[in-house]
């Protein structure tokens, strides 16, 4: 199996054209919690049915693409980690012994949970692999990208008393969050934060607000910010000293998610928050 060969199959892609397609498959994978499998499948007998074969054996959505490397095909399938591309190569040896009883190969899995690696690197180190292991018919993997990249999330205080601005900055900074990373800014009333423009770009982002305050009070905060487009992007805690059932009311029809009434305790506080971000990893 050559690369000439390869480049009869329209079904295949070349390489340049694939690392562009992982590269915006990988940008997505923090926000769908998703994983990607790169396989690379290597012949060890001489032959030619392998692409043919493959081509009719992959789903709709999976990709088969040429390597600059001599006897190999790759194959990169999407919303698949390594438990579903293991299946998926065991399926294909078993029908691929059958439709080419003289044939052998073997194929390496590398599972993507993470946007910090290039298609070439998980080629080479697959290729490596392969050539040094020449096994029949077995699957080797490679873990190494499997610990998912951090997702960036924005955190917004906005509260005029400075020394519980201090508190709650200090108690966002030191949670521990698995899968994401808080970037924080402190505002001491509405005015201040809506003329910054750390609310405008495309990061999820929690808004930690009092209802009063000097300048553009709370809910005119949270009328602005479910009024803009990317408005689904924002979870809004609203602080208040007001215990009535209907400001509560008020708050959640106009876009509130959550109502903290003071005085709160902190630790219920932290856990508000870390359940909120449970929540947007399921």
Known sequence: MNNQLLKQFKEILALDVTSRLFNLLKANIARTKSSISVLLIETLTANETLPHFLSQEIRQNDTLFMVEHEGFI???????????????LRRIFER?????????IHAHITDIRTSDV??????????????????????????AYQQPTQETVKVSV???????????????????????????AVFADGYEFLQSDFYVSSHLHLVIVNDILPRKNGMAVVHHLRHMPNQRKFIIY??????????????????????????????LFEAQIERTFERLWL
């Open 96 to 104: 691929y012994k059958e439709y080419d009883e003289g044939a052998m």
């Open 238 to 267: 609203m602080m208040t000293s007001r215990m009535s059932e209907m400001d509560m009311i008020s708050a959640y029809k106009s876009g509130v998610d959550e109502y903290l009434v003071k005085p709160f305790n902190l630790r």
């Open 158 to 184: 906005i509260e005029e008393n400075p020394i519980f601005r201090q508190v709650l900055y200090a108690e966002l900074e030191r949670l521990q969050l698995k899968h994401f990373s808080l970037e924080i």
């Open 118 to 143: 290039s298609l070439d690197a998980v080629i080479d180190a697959a290729v490596a692999k392969l050539k040094k292991q020449r096994e029949p018919w077995f699957i080797y993997s490679n873990n």
């Open 74 to 88: 790759g194959v990169l399938l999407t919303q698949s980690g390594e438990q579903e591309a293991t299946a998926f």
